[in-house]
């Protein structure tokens, strides 16, 4: 079976988060040689693949079989997947079902590694991913097999294949602020606490600001505005409170904590409260690791592109594995139309995804 065939195959699977819709099980099955661990819980599955080679580095490929719903406007069945103009349309055809065939395909052939190789697959990645990679995660670090270095196949690059690898990612923090006042007549002010008032002059201060400077792998993290709201929806009522709510998509310099101390130094005459939550953490692998400069030389040799490190982008199952200490990175197909009716990718990129992957294998220990 070719790579393309591999994933047609594998479009056809109705895998809506959390289901795998039967595609994990094909995979074990494809794998012929690999040992298989299934790891299953709340109506998640996830499956680890490993084939020990030579007693070198182990190296794993990531990635997941979930896919969101098809919405509506697709000018075709979205699991029937259909080639058209050299490309392929499918739900999951660019996030990323053309990244899991590509090292599927690139693994099931290799004859020969310096250490172990493998392969870690969820469905529930698009999810709340809260029984995903990272409870898998969780069991190989207690038998004792943690990849020293991982790939997650997810669509990275921007405009021309080959163009970006993500290196790492920005943590997602949200923040929920609640300053209190004293509800009262609007022809009334001064027997009333107005929180919009006591805010006003204080929204430059949190509104779009850098938390910090940002280096050579982050933006700054800065402090976006996502929701303010207050009072009765009427003219003549002051409110009794002010509800704000903002995300900071964070870098490794900035921390619950700073988000606090910021808050505060410019809050603490209110009466305010202050409540955080992290969906996601920063990571960022070095960008002189092994893992880093061989998929950079993979990427040259089969594309003769200069591929960019980058941080860019939301979240993915990567962070987990930069939570273990993985050397992690990110590198797949064109990122321009998933999610979106007729997702699709095309035949060249895929092709040229299994390609640099069986470089990478082979030159890998090189």
Known sequence: MS?????????????????????????????????????NKE?????FLTKKFGEGSHLCFGGHVDVVPAGEGWDSNPFVPMIKDGSIY????????????SFVQACSEAESFGGRLSILLTSDEEGEAEFGTIIMLQHLKEIGMLPDFCIVAEPTCESVFGDAIKIGRRGSING????????????YPEKAINPVHQTAHLLDKIAGVNLDSGDDD???SQMVITDIRGGMQVTNVTPSSLDIMFNVRNSTKTTQEDIKLHIDRYFKD??????????????VTKRDSKIVTKLVESIKKITNQDSKLSTAGGTSDARFMGAFGIAVVEFGV???TIHAPNERTTIKEVEGLYTIFKELIKEFDS
């Open 3 to 39: 790579v393309v065939d591999l994933l047609l195959k594998l479009l056809s699977f109705e895998s809506i988060t959390p289901d795998d819709g039967g595609s994990l099980k094909f995979i074990e099955e494809y794998m012929d040689g690999y040992e298989a661990i299934y790891l």
């Open 43 to 47: 109506g998640v599955k996830n499956l």
């Open 90 to 101: 499918a739900r999951g055809s660019q996030d990323m079902k053309s990244g899991v065939a």
């Open 176 to 187: 929920y602020l609640t300053i209190k006042g004293r509800q009262g007549h609007a022809a």
């Open 218 to 220: 982050f933006a700054p």
């Open 270 to 283: 209110l009466d305010y409260t202050l409540r955080l939550t992290q969906g996601s953490y920063p990571f």
């Open 334 to 336: 064109i990122n321009d």
